[in-house]
């Protein structure tokens, strides 16, 4: 079992950064691919981007592309989400979600552990 807690969500204007942390417990995390979503109010909640068990690959929405970066820190069982140049619609909950599949996937259902999801509230 695999328990994730999300850190570093708030408020902050268009234009401005935030950089999101999930811890993982346990020793195995090296063992999972980890995955970042969204999901706004009323919609369902979508892929972000994601990174392998090394972190030597990272895969990432269109729409975050150039914004957005997902890096992992293994000795410390933590994966980051760098929110860049952050727009109104960025608002949502984020969540980490671990992946014990070796194929990429941006499907929620193949994500085998949640975290609890933080807030990001962008300001117009």
């Known amino acids: 079992q695999v328990q994730l807690v999300e850190s570093g969500g708030g408020l902050v204007q268009a234009g401005g950064s935030l950089r999101l942390s999930c811890t993982a417990s346990?020793?195995?995390?090296?063992?999972?691919?980890m995955g970042w979503f969204r999901q706004a109010p009323g919609k369902e909640r979508e892929f972000v981007g994601r990174?392998?068990?090394?972190?030597?690959?990272?895969y990432y929405a269109d729409f975050v592309k150039g914004r957005f970066n997902i890096s992992r820190d293994n000795a410390k069982n933590t994966v980051y989400l760098q929110m860049n140049s952050l727009k109104p619609e960025d608002t949502a909950v984020y969540y980490c979600?671990?992946?014990?599949?070796?194929?990429?996937?941006?499907?929620?259902?193949?994500?085998?552990?949640w975290g609890q999801g933080t807030q990001v509230t962008v300001s117009s």
């Open positions: 346990g020793r195995t995390f090296s063992r999972y691919a």
């Open positions: 979600a671990a992946d014990s599949n070796l194929f990429v996937s941006q499907a929620p259902g193949s994500y085998d552990w």
């Open positions: 990174i392998s068990r090394s972190g030597g690959n990272t």
